[in-house]
């Protein structure tokens, strides 16, 4: 019969020892709780829930998502940590401004926030980026009824995603200032008081592509900004031709030009 001499008896005792050492080590424990992400729920009825999308902003930690169900929250909600802010269906998960402020701000220095979901209202201006907010995505809102802009970023904004959104009855729909290397696209603006979109100072090499301009007083502007690539949006009614987008470069009249314009409204 085969034996195991006392030195590998001795091994192989060690080894096993050692293995389980790893295994229950509290190590191995505080990896598994470090990559542990949690779901806040607000609204709804069950237990636990948050009354207010701000009390658990407070009880969040980055990396957690805050999932609303439906309803009308009056309350303006700043964003200051790493989440993913989701809710249960855009047309009924209703964020009020109560007719004053940022109804929603991401805080300066944000990355990889998501928010998407919402209809968004009532505000000064609905969705505010501060400044050198990156990678972070907006989308699948409704952006309605603020005094000054739907969506407005401002300082060093770059590599966002603003995607599918709906930004209706503004003043202006979609503002950005100091914004490069974003995203724009799929989204609708409709029916806002002067511009679908402005590009002011130094918003360069953005991606414009797949939106819809609508019955606004002017569909887009930009002044001081360059490089941007329009392509394949909806300029209000159906275009064979290139559309030609009016800004300035200083005191000089500019245009851009979007080569390949819709036929027909974008539908995601």
Not at 18 to 29: A, D, E, N, R, Y
Not at 70 to 82: P, R, S
Request: aromatic share 12%; with cysteine; hydrophobic share 40%.
């Amino acid at each position: 019969m085969f034996k195991l001499r006392t030195f590998e008896k001795r091994l192989l005792v060690g080894l096993l020892v050692f293995l389980l050492s790893i295994s229950f080590s509290p190590l191995g424990v505080s990896k598994t709780i470090q990559h542990h992400r949690d779901i806040l729920y607000v609204g709804g009825d069950g237990p636990g829930n948050y009354s207010t999308i701000g009390e658990a902003m407070i009880n969040a930690t980055s990396g957690d998502t805050i999932f609303v169900f439906n309803g009308v929250y009056l309350e303006h909600v700043a964003i200051y940590k790493q989440v993913h802010l989701i809710g249960e269906d855009n047309t009924n998960t209703i964020i009020d401004g109560n007719g004053s402020g940022y109804v929603l701000s991401i805080s300066d220095e944000m990355q990889h926030v998501v928010v998407s979901g919402f209809t968004i209202r009532n505000g000064d201006s609905g969705i505010y980026i501060d400044t050198q907010v990156t990678n972070c995505t907006i989308s699948n809102n409704i952006v309605v009824d603020n005094k000054d802009h739907g969506i407005y970023a401002s300082g060093k904004v770059e590599y966002n995603i603003i995607s599918d959104n709906i930004a209706a009855r503004n003043h202006n729909g979609t503002s950005l200032g100091f914004a490069s290397y974003n995203e724009i696209t799929g989204n609708t603006f409709e029916d806002n008081e002067e511009y679908g979109l402005t590009l002011i100072l130094w918003c360069n090499e953005n991606e414009i592509h797949n939106n819809n301009f609508i019955g606004n007083k002017a569909p887009a502007f930009f002044f001081l900004s360059s490089l941007n690539n329009w392509f394949g949006n909806y300029w209000g009614r159906p275009r064979l031709l290139p559309k030609a987008i009016f800004g300035l470069m200083g005191i000089l009249p500019w245009i851009n030009i979007d080569w390949r314009p819709r036929l027909t409204p974008y539908t995601s």
